[in-house]
């Protein structure tokens, strides 16, 4: 058997590095009597290129991958049709599901393409990484350093997951693959480490800085992805050779979980090479051929592995996205463009033309003017910024200066578009219906399947009918999957929440819910049943009356009839020992809203309704001696508490609705003058807006809050609630003239010692109305009394309205209407 690998890459022998002038690694190559290691970089189009070809020319007898050792029954499914990258080997703990680590592979990862040429050609598979049960554990401190890393692993882990963060950094330049949580800090050659003595380099970072680059990307691409396929394995050797020389110089590199790692894989290189004697070749990070080549012990090794800690775990795979591959998703082995890399693996040839297709069919899509000749001008530019940097072909930099200058005219707002579809990409993998899973995972796919909700890494709109079977079964699902805390769905703002027949939500599937659907596995095992256990535990923890009311808004949304009854029992215990009325304030909203949903789903609510109506009551009892004497802080809360209660008491079924009550307290808080003036202002307001006054009911009221005697706060604060962006006061101001009027001399009234405390709180007031409205309450100001043209002002009002209709100057306007409308002026 030849060597695989005979010549060392560009850029990678020379490199100034020490030690890069002898082998530092024997066994970099595929030479006969020793196995055939492969370092790699993960995620790596040219990793994943030569690996094939030096698997077709070595034809091993098995081949082992750096990964979770018990993923080893699960690598048969990788064969099956309906598996398609990317996906990842998820692991969980069984005890504690929200502990667990992803081992993301892409179609274009060095393993993928290794997995899938051993089952393709009949070859052993197996994976010799430290077992995850191991890697999950991370009860040792001194164990577990993958809160802070410069170089980021390659596992992504879930929510709790600890353990072996290999030393992939944001150049990913090694390899390797750990369990962590993805947090790694992007950039940078090095750090020190968790113990502050030891240095953790970025290999990749390293080499690049040797070869006189500064962009540790840039060298990678030039030196391995846009390399000819003149000899793809050359770069094997050299960049063992160069591991070598960095792992003398710097050891472990700041990971000493790394030597634990690598005593397991070399044990399990030891058992292959006793199976198949030196038919074996090994797919690793480039970081650990060189511990992979080391001569030691066998005891030795296992001293390193005595007393780890050890959970149990299951494993199973499920889809990744291309979106999560990238870097700037806080993946800590991410790369910088998934859909780039993507393309040049996929690409037969002319990766640049074929690329420059793609950009142009994508923003024709878009409604952008891309003609072929725009095409041909941008491979062009790519060529040549390519040949003037002295890089052997395009890169990415080349091509997106390429694709802005021509495709995009110089702007960066298509660019953008590119980007993120192109660069990054939104692909979505998919795994056999046949994988293991949960019992919850799988009734969630059933549901998906007959809902024909199919999860999309895109995030998109989803707008539902109610008053359909296929939509309101939809909105359940999504509503009980919230309950449990799997996002994947989020109600749409200011479409939903409206007790309506529709309801809108944005979805977009995430890697992540698969570890909350497995941690929500411990409620129940179909998604009915266990969001309704899950309610039923947090009607007997939960202990505010806000927070249970929105539980049973939860339960009614999400058709949970058998949770009812329990939370519903809780809510009038709550109910009836909470005295706070800004407690029962912030809970009717949420049961008003219940009503209406349960209404608009055919939920019976009678018992939800006879709890509303007791809250109505007790708020309308303490409200008005609650409202005395607040501060300001406490009166601008308070006014919100007092919008939301009259929101919520105009959706509340008529038995339960006291209208009556509620107008007699507003009455009382406008009338109060120990209650606060933003809190009178807005009582005021608001029987305006119900007609239960009228104007000339509220202009003397108005009239009193602004009295000279009146201090200026409060005055200020009685103008804000009155008259605050919120309540859309500043329309009220321009088409009511005597209360613009008041406003207006109380205004110039204010002593020039005061105005100063009141300008910031009228400032915030005004400020918040529409441009278009400050312009107009300026002009009717600055006209005067008797502006020309405008008429006579109406009594005691400010200028700008005539008192009567001018029907000359509205006549005006009639042939322009006449155009718009397409009708005939009346004979």
């Known amino acids: 058997m030849t060597s695989a690998a005979t010549a060392p890459a560009p850029g990678l022998s020379g490199t100034g590095l020490p030690g890069t002038g002898r082998s530092a690694v024997p066994a970099g190559g595929g030479r006969r009597g020793r196995p055939l290691l492969l370092g790699v970089r993960h995620h790596g189009p040219g990793s994943a290129r030569a690996v094939r070809a030096a698997l077709e020319a070595e034809k091993p007898a098995v081949v082992l991958v ?88 390659d596992v992504e882990g879930g929510r709790e997951a600890q353990g072996s963060g290999d030393v992939e950094s944001s150049g990913d330049g090694e390899g390797g693959r750990g369990g962590d949580r993805g947090r790694g800090r992007e950039g940078g050659g090095g750090g020190w480490g968790a113990d502050g003595l030891s240095l953790r380099i970025d290999p990749l970072a390293e080499l690049a800085r040797a070869a006189g680059y500064e962009d540790a990307e840039q060298w990678w691409e030039d030196v391995v992805e846009l390399r000819g396929d003149d000899d793809p394995t050359a770069p094997f050797e050299a960049l063992a050779e160069a591991m070598g020389a960095l792992r003398e110089a710097y050891g472990h590199g700041g990971h000493p979980r790394d030597l634990v790692r690598e005593a397991y894989m070399r044990l399990q290189l030891r058992a292959a090479r006793k199976e198949f004697g030196d038919e074996v070749a090994v797919v690793c990070g480039a970081w650990h051929v060189p511990a992979l080549a080391r001569k030691t012990t066998v005891a ?81 530019l790519a060529e040549t910024l390519a040949a003037l940097r002295g890089r052997p072909l395009p890169g990415l ?63 998109r709109e989803l707008d539902l009918d ?3 079977d296929m939509d309101g079964a939809r909105s359940r699902l999504l509503h009980r999957l919230r309950l449990l805390g799997v996002d994947w769905g989020t109600p749409a703002q200011g479409r939903s929440g409206t007790g309506t027949f529709r309801e809108t939500w944005r979805l977009g599937w995430e890697p992540e819910l698969h570890v909350q659907v497995a941690e929500a596995g411990v409620w129940g095992t179909t998604v009915e049943a266990a969001a309704t256990a899950k309610a039923g535990s947090k009607a007997a923890t939960t202990t505010a009356l806000a927070d249970i009311t929105a539980l049973a808004e939860q339960c009614l949304l999400a ?70 004497g607040l501060d300001a802080d406490a009166a601008t809360a308070m006014r919100d508490r007092i919008d939301e209660v009259h929101r919520a008491l105009a959706l509340l079924p008529d ?46 009221l108005m009239s009193r809050a602004l009295s000279a005697g009146a201090p200026p706060q409060d005055a200020a604060g009685w103008i804000e609630g009155f008259a605050g962006a919120a309540s859309g006061g500043g329309l009220l101001l321009v088409h009511d003239e005597r209360l613009l009027g008041l406003v207006d001399a109380w205004l110039t009234s204010v002593p020039a010692a005061a105005f100063t405390d009141v300008l910031p709180l009228l400032r915030r007031t005004f400020s918040g109305y529409e441009p278009g409205v400050r312009r107009t309450l300026g002009e009717l100001v ?28 509205a006549d005006g306007v009639l042939p322009v209407l006449h155009l718009i409308l397409g009708t005939e002026p009346a004979a």
Do not use: N
């Open 66 to 153: 750096e990964g979770p050792a018990e993923a080893d029954a699960l690598v048969a499914l990788a064969a099956d049709e309906s598996m398609r990258p990317p996906v990842a080997l998820l692991a969980h703990a069984v005890d504690d599901p929200g502990r667990a680590a992803f081992w993301p592979m892409a179609e274009f990862s060095p393993e993928w393409v290794a997995i899938r040429w051993a089952l393709d050609r009949g070859a052993a598979v197996r994976f010799v990484d430290l077992p995850a049960a191991h890697t999950l554990a991370a009860a040792d401190p001194t164990w577990d350093d993958s809160e802070e890393f410069d170089r980021g692993g």
């Open 300 to 380: 030795a090794d296992r001293a390193l592995l005595r007393g780890l800690p050890k959970v149990k775990t299951e494993l199973t795979w499920v889809p990744w996205t291309h979106r999560r591959l990238a870097r700037r998703s806080g993946y800590g082995a991410g790369i910088e463009a998934p859909g780039w890399y993507g393309h040049l693996f996929t690409a037969p040839d002319r990766p640049v033309e074929r690329w420059m297709a793609k950009v142009a069919g994508l923003l024709r899509a878009e409604d952008h003017h891309v003609s072929t000749a725009h095409v041909i001008e941008a491979v062009r």
């Open 397 to 459: 930099d080349e091509t997106t200066d390429a694709v802005r200058a021509v495709l995009c005219e110089g702007s960066d707002v298509p660019l953008g578009l590119v980007r993120d579809r192109l660069v990054v990409g939104d692909v979505l993998g998919e795994v056999p219906a046949g994988a293991p899973a949960v019992p919850l995972q799988r009734d969630l796919s059933r549901l998906q399947r007959s809902l024909r909700l199919k999860p999309e890494a895109q995030q």
């Open 466 to 468: 109610l008053r359909k």
């Open 559 to 628: 058709g949970l009839t058998d949770a009812l009854p329990v939370v519903m029992r809780a809510l009038a215990d709550r109910a009836a020992l909470d005295t706070d009325v800004t407690h029962l304030a912030q809970a009717l909203p949420a049961l008003a809203r219940s009503l209406r949903y349960g209404d608009v789903r055919g939920t019976g609510t009678a018992a939800l309704a006879e709890v509303a109506a007791g809250l109505a009551e007790r708020i309308c009892v303490g409200l008005p001696p609650a409202c005395a």
């Open 655 to 700: 038995p339960a609705r006291p209208a009556d009550r509620w107008t007699g307290v507003l009455h009382r808080l406008a009338g109060h003058d120990r209650v606060p003036g933003v809190l009178r202002g807005r009582a005021i307001r608001l029987l305006l807006d119900e007609g239960r006054i009228d104007e000339a009911e509220a202009a003397p």
């Open 782 to 809: 600055a006209r005067g009394p008797r502006a020309e043209g405008a008429g006579r002002a109406a009594p005691g009002g400010v200028p700008g309205f005539a008192s009567a209709l001018d029907r000359e100057r």
